[in-house]
């Protein structure tokens, strides 16, 4: 019923530089919504809030989680802001319909002491676990995305200062520093990169920071796979992922003082609010630890 309308408007997404994994959730849902207007003999003249509120409704009864419908409603208000500009339309009527509301759900964050037993596992120093070491050390160094991880260069890295500059999320460039650990590890990692004749550029011209043994750029499935291979030796049924590193990083900075702004800022977040979800995180584990040390604290 609107294909032509999901095609011009996936289209300007792409003239825009959006990531191919954000233009292929927008063209999921929107096709999950044409569809729902095509089995309902709906035309987009006649979409108003409550065929919305229907969709949401068939989307629940899919069993599709709420986190999933209130995606979907954020595209579909995307979409028609997209409509109005083009003067397809006059209103939006995704914008009469409330966001499900959604639970709040806490970053899953290590101890400061389980960080430490996960950077010192890759022992030997072979090319591999040099970079690996190198990796994990940057990634709870900085607390980089592991897409902006894979996509740095080694230009990218200003090693005198321990600066590291990244292209993040709507191609947002932020500059995040790294400590000694992070930097002794990558000069090591480096030393032996070199010493295998693995340095030199991809396809696009860049040289890749991290590349696997034959040389090429090392790929996002490429470090989950690798932190999945090392959680291995955390204690059973530890979850761990690039993400949590990055949620240790913030956390691991608020309690020991940094100020929410500055986090806000080293994550490149462009809402506050999504970086106060870590004020959360930090009160639970000084509950916990109120628990465990209070010998009046037996039901807090």
Not at 51 to 56: A, G, S
Not at 157 to 160: K, Y
Not at 285 to 291: N, Q, V
């Given at each position: 019923?609107?294909r032509?309308?999901i095609?011009?408007?996936?289209g300007?997404?792409?003239?825009?530089?959006?990531?191919a994994?954000?233009?292929?959730?927008?063209?999921?849902?929107?096709?999950?919504?044409?569809?729902?207007?095509?089995?309902?003999?709906?035309?987009?003249?006649?979409?108003?809030h409550?065929?919305?509120?229907?969709?949401?409704n068939?989307?629940?009864?899919?069993n599709?989680?709420?986190?999933?419908?209130?995606?979907?409603?954020?595209?579909?208000?995307?979409?028609f802001?997209?409509?109005?500009?083009?003067?397809?339309?006059?209103?939006?009527?995704?914008?009469?319909?409330?966001?499900p509301?959604?639970?709040?759900?806490?970053?899953?964050?290590?101890?400061?002491?389980?960080?430490?037993?996960?950077?010192?596992?890759?022992?030997e120093?072979?090319?591999?676990?040099?970079?690996?070491?190198?990796?994990?050390?940057?990634?709870?160094?900085?607390?980089?995305?592991?897409?902006?991880?894979?996509?740095?260069?080694?230009t990218d890295?200003?090693?005198?200062d321990?600066?590291?500059?990244?292209?993040?999320?709507?191609?947002?460039?932020?500059?995040?520093?790294f400590?000694?650990?992070?930097?002794?590890?990558?000069?090591?990692?480096?030393?032996?990169?070199?010493?295998?004749?693995?340095?030199?550029?991809?396809?696009?011209?860049?040289?890749?920071?991290f590349?696997?043994v034959?040389?090429?750029?090392?790929?996002?499935r490429?470090?989950?796979?690798?932190?999945?291979?090392?959680?291995?030796?955390l204690?059973?049924g530890?979850?761990?992922?690039?993400?949590?590193?990055?949620?240790?990083?913030?956390?691991?900075?608020?309690?020991?003082?940094?100020?929410?702004?500055?986090?806000?800022?080293?994550?490149?977040?462009?809402?506050?609010?999504?970086?106060?979800?870590?004020?959360?995180?930090?009160?639970e584990?000084?509950?916990?630890?109120?628990?465990k040390?209070?010998?009046?604290?037996?039901?807090?």
């Open positions: 019923m609107i032509g309308e095609d011009a408007f996936l300007a997404l792409a003239r825009r530089a959006a990531s994994h954000t233009v292929a959730n927008y063209r999921r849902d929107l096709a999950r919504f044409d569809a729902f207007l095509e089995m309902r003999q709906v035309t987009l003249a006649a979409v108003d409550v065929v919305i509120r229907d969709f949401l068939s989307l629940y009864l899919e599709l989680a709420r986190s999933s419908v209130a995606r979907i409603l954020s595209t579909l208000r995307t979409f802001r997209f409509l109005i500009r083009r003067r397809t339309i006059e209103r939006n009527p995704a914008e009469l319909v409330s966001t509301r959604l639970p709040r759900k806490l970053p899953v964050t290590l101890q400061q002491t389980e960080v430490q037993d996960l950077l010192e596992i890759p022992g120093r072979t090319f591999k676990t040099l970079r690996d070491r190198a990796i994990l050390e940057l990634l709870y160094a900085s607390g980089l995305r592991v897409s902006e991880l894979v996509g740095l260069d080694d890295v200003e090693w005198t321990g600066l590291v500059r990244v292209l993040g999320k709507g191609r947002k460039e932020r500059i995040v520093p400590g000694q650990f992070a930097r002794e590890a990558l000069d090591a990692y480096r030393a032996e990169r070199s010493r295998q004749g693995l340095t030199r550029p991809d396809d696009t011209g860049g040289l890749p920071l590349v696997n034959r040389g090429g750029r090392l790929t996002a490429s470090i989950e796979r690798l932190v999945a291979h090392y959680r291995a030796h204690r059973p530890r979850r761990v992922t690039p993400h949590t590193l990055r949620h240790s990083f913030a956390t691991h900075l608020l309690e020991n003082g940094a100020d929410l702004r500055s986090i806000q800022e080293l994550l490149g977040h462009a809402n506050l609010g999504t970086t106060q979800k870590y004020t959360h995180a930090s009160v584990h000084l509950r916990a630890e109120y628990r040390a209070h010998p009046r604290a037996k039901g807090s």
